[in-house]
Structure formats: structure tokens, C-alpha cells
């Protein structure tokens, strides 16, 4: 529940793809919007940080899962999906390891972001 929280408190456009309680506890599953989760999981694994960007059987196609698209999400929010997925070594520390980790990466991200950088052009207005 503090990665949870964490995240939607720290990164706007963050979407909780899942209940919020009624969930796996270990579970915790995201899409962020404005970025591709597969350039989030490269730089979240340089950090030491392991994630997935959609469940296992699709964890090899780089395209949006069906089950977010069937949920009536946007291709393009789906495609920023974040998975965590945490064990019993998993520790407090781990939990504020990502959460110091995750928003910088998510602001480089979104600075390469066509996508983002439209978003922000059409609230200036």
C-alpha cells in the first residue's frame, strides 16, 4: 500500500490499474501516462529496480495489453504500464529505493515525449 500511495502521490498522470483493496497484497500495477513502459523497465534495471511492463505471458510483445485496452484504457496510456510485483525479501527500504527512483526517471521520460510535450502545449493554452 506505501508503493501504492507513493507513486500516485509523487507522479501526476498515474493511473492505479486495479482495485484499490481488493488486490494481491504483493501486487501492484500501474500506467503511467506520456511514456513507454519498456524504456521505463530499461532505465527502472539500470537502477536495480525489477518490474514488468504487463503480465508474463505478454511480457515479450511490445504492445499495449488487452486486458487494460478491454478496461477502456487509451493505447497510448496503456502502453506506459508499470507492474510490481513484491516477495517476501522485498523490504521498507526497497519500497523508498523505487519510489526515490521512479519520478526522476519518469521526468526524463516525459522530456522525450512527443506525446507529453503536446499535453503540456494544449494547457498552456
Known sequence: DRLIKGILTTIDHTILTGHPSQRLPHHASFCIEFIEGEAMLMLLNSQ???????????????KASHVLIAMGLPHEVAQGSLLFAMGV???????????????????????????????????RR
Open 89 to 123: 525479501s522485498n523490504t521498507e527500504d526497497d519500497v523508498d529505493y523505487a519510489l526515490e527512483k521512479l519520478p526522476p526517471i519518469v521526468n526524463r521520460l516525459r522530456q522525450m515525449s512527443p506525446l507529453y510535450a503536446k499535453f503540456i502545449k494544449e494547457q
Open 48 to 62: 536495480g529496480i525489477a518490474a514488468s511492463s504487463g503480465s508474463a505471458c505478454t511480457s515479450r510483445a511490445l
